[in-house]
């Protein structure tokens, strides 16, 4: 295949690796006959995320050949092919190359490599756009073999799926819920490795964060009553009980997209209340693992008034699906909620788990009408060529207690009075009743004459 000269030279892509199981001596330089022995593959959930969901299918690339190896460093090695690898390796260069018209970004063939070199003599930190090329044309390429034995439909709840492979080696994962992910084993003992000489960064093998592209949000409701936290998931099965005038804390977890391993370029949230108002300024952001670390200050708040009193968080008109439809379109601010425009987030935080917890006031709320909350996340991602948006969602419910007020005249219970007005009062506060849209507030006293203490309770 080459001599170990060129091998020397060669840096196999790690955009993530995995662990191998075979020990072998440091510092030995190990031919082909040594490649026998099976390895592993571990997959992780970004920020320790379940997996739950994601269907894998693994593909060899090619082995290890030629390792020179110095303790738990690689300092060369070479990656060789077999026929069917290689004319599919072969196959998606010839599809890589030919998505741009100029040949700046194709991949070239190295001497003394076959097919299957080529691929992995591609550099991930200089060499960006053809590495997404070429991990999007492997999965387009009708030459793609067989999933290795052992290597199709893995799925698992965990966080971590551990794959058995039969060599070490480089490999092709395809994801149902994300990115593919190129992916070599580690040598022996050694696991880390770098591009080349030049590559200031030793770059660990042996494990893989997985490159999702899905968007999952999850959203509780927690209410403060009496001195008492009642917190529920919202759901239609675990409603929370409120009443109007009720501050209700929501706090949402969602995972900031991958934007160095899955491509995303845009993140934006949007809060949708229906019956609650948001509390401005009550809004914090903190990463799920390090809560002490306060990064509110990175997420861009729309709320009606800040951004100079933008509606909208503005998307970019350039941005096109395949089908040249808009991918970062506009996204109005609801009335009553919020938006979030995440590209410091997705600049700073890619792949973290982030906690984002503000309040709502409950300001008009039936039995047939209960206020419910949403957020929407959005995410779009990009192949090199052509974007994606990818949404989700997730809604809180909340259930509330209607009663009735009847005035009636003081010598006869069974004669309503005409023209009868209440005022009601919670927790000391006077509260407005807005007839053009139902809404209840405790901006000010009204005047009426009559008051009417709300004593209603949750059952």
Same mark, same amino acid.
């Given at each position: 295949?080459?001599?170990?000269?060129?091998?020397?030279?060669?840096?196999?892509?790690?955009?993530?690796?995995?662990?191998?199981?075979?020990?072998?001596?440091?510092?030995?330089?190990?031919?082909?006959?040594?490649?026998?022995?099976?390895?592993?593959?571990?997959?992780?959930?970004?920020?320790?995320?379940?997996?739950?969901?994601?269907?894998?299918?693994?593909?060899?690339?090619?082995?290890?050949?030629?390792?020179?190896?110095?303790?738990?460093?690689?300092?060369?090695?070479?990656?060789?092919?077999?026929?069917?690898?290689?004319?599919?390796?072969?196959?998606?260069?010839?599809?890589?190359?030919?998505?741009?018209?100029?040949?700046?970004?194709?991949?070239?063939?190295?001497?003394?490599?076959?097919?299957?070199?080529?691929?992995?003599?591609?550099?991930?930190?200089?060499?960006?756009?053809?590495?997404?090329?070429?991990?999007?044309?492997?999965?387009? /390429?009708? #030459?793609?073999?067989?999933?290795? &034995?052992?290597?199709? @439909?893995? %799925? +698992?709840?965990?966080?971590?799926? $551990?794959? !058995?492979?039969?060599?070490?080696?480089?490999?092709?994962?395809?994801?149902?819920?994300?990115?593919?992910?190129?992916?070599?084993?580690?040598?022996?003992?050694?696991?880390?490795?770098?591009?080349?000489?030049?590559?200031?960064?030793?770059?660990?093998?042996?494990?893989?964060?997985?490159?999702?592209? /899905?968007? #999952?949000?999850?959203?509780?409701? &927690?209410?403060?009553? @009496?001195? %008492? +936290?009642?917190?529920?998931?919202? $759901?239609? !099965?675990?409603?929370?009980?409120?009443?109007?005038?009720?501050?209700?804390?929501?706090?949402?977890?969602?995972?900031?997209?991958?934007?160095?391993?899955?491509?995303?370029?845009?993140?934006?949230?949007?809060?949708?209340?229906?019956?609650?108002?948001?509390?401005?300024?009550?809004?914090?952001?903190?990463?799920?693992?390090?809560?002490?670390?306060?990064?509110?200050?990175?997420?861009?708040?729309?709320?009606?008034?800040?951004?100079?009193?933008?509606?909208?968080?503005?998307?970019?008109?350039?941005?096109?699906?395949?089908?040249?439809?808009?991918?970062?379109?506009?996204?109005?601010?609801?009335?009553?909620?919020?938006?979030?425009?995440?590209?410091?987030?997705?600049?700073?935080?890619?792949?973290?788990?982030?906690?984002?917890?503000?309040?709502?006031?409950?300001?008009?709320?039936?039995?047939?009408?209960?206020?419910?909350?949403?957020?929407?996340?959005?995410?779009?991602?990009?192949?090199?060529?052509?974007?994606?948006?990818?949404?989700?969602?997730?809604?809180?419910?909340?259930?509330?207690?209607?009663?009735?007020?009847?005035?009636?005249?003081?010598?006869?219970?069974?004669?309503?009075?005409?023209?009868?007005?209440?005022?009601?009062?919670?927790?000391?506060?006077?509260?407005?009743?807005?007839?053009?849209?139902?809404?209840?507030?405790?901006?000010?006293?009204?005047?009426?004459?009559?008051?009417?203490?709300?004593?209603?309770?949750?059952?």
């Amino acid at each position: 295949m080459k001599d170990n000269q060129t091998t020397r030279r060669m840096p196999m892509i790690v955009t993530a690796m995995a662990c191998a199981t075979a020990s072998m001596l440091a510092g030995l330089a190990l031919g082909p006959s040594a490649m026998a022995a099976g390895a592993t593959i571990t997959l992780n959930g970004a920020d320790g995320n379940s997996l739950a969901g994601h269907t894998f299918d693994v593909y060899r690339i090619g082995t290890y050949t030629d390792q020179i190896l110095n303790g738990t460093r690689i300092s060369s090695l070479g990656v060789r092919g077999d026929t069917a690898s290689n004319a599919w390796a072969a196959d998606a260069i010839g599809i890589a190359n030919a998505y741009d018209p100029s040949t700046a970004d194709d991949i070239g063939k190295v001497y003394g490599y076959d097919d299957a070199g080529n691929i992995a003599n591609i550099k991930m930190d200089s060499q960006a756009r053809q590495l997404r090329n070429i991990s999007k044309a492997l999965a387009q /390429s009708s #030459r793609r073999p067989a999933a290795i &034995q052992g290597g199709a @439909n893995l %799925t +698992t709840t965990r966080s971590t799926l $551990t794959i !058995n492979v039969p060599s070490e080696g480089l490999y092709y994962i395809t994801d149902s819920a994300g990115n593919p992910i190129m992916v070599g084993t580690k040598s022996g003992n050694a696991n880390i490795m770098k591009n080349d000489a030049k590559d200031p960064q030793w770059r660990t093998l042996g494990t893989a964060v997985v490159k999702s592209k /899905s968007m #999952r949000v999850d959203k509780k409701v &927690q209410v403060q009553r @009496n001195g %008492t +936290t009642v917190g529920k998931d919202g $759901t239609t !099965n675990d409603p929370v009980g409120v009443t109007v005038g009720d501050t209700v804390t929501n706090t949402v977890e969602v995972t900031v997209p991958n934007k160095q391993a899955a491509s995303a370029v845009k993140f934006k949230l949007i809060d949708q209340p229906k019956g609650q108002t948001y509390v401005k300024g009550s809004l914090s952001v903190r990463l799920k693992n390090a809560p002490q670390t306060d990064i509110t200050a990175d997420a861009i708040v729309y709320d009606g008034t800040t951004q100079n009193n933008a509606k909208s968080i503005p998307g970019d008109p350039t941005l096109k699906t395949a089908d040249n439809k808009p991918a970062d379109p506009d996204l109005a601010i609801p009335a009553g909620g919020w938006g979030i425009d995440g590209r410091k987030l997705l600049d700073k935080y890619s792949n973290r788990t982030i906690v984002i917890t503000y309040r709502m006031t409950v300001d008009k709320a039936s039995v047939t009408d209960p206020p419910t909350n949403t957020i929407h996340t959005y995410g779009t991602f990009t192949d090199g060529i052509h974007l994606t948006t990818i949404t989700d969602q997730d809604k809180a419910d909340i259930k509330a207690y209607d009663f009735t007020l009847r005035k009636v005249d003081a010598g006869n219970v069974n004669t309503l009075l005409d023209g009868a007005r209440f005022q009601i009062q919670r927790n000391g506060k006077w509260m407005n009743l807005d007839w053009n849209t139902g809404k209840w507030s405790d901006a000010g006293r009204p005047g009426f004459r009559h008051r009417v203490r709300d004593r209603r309770h949750e059952p």
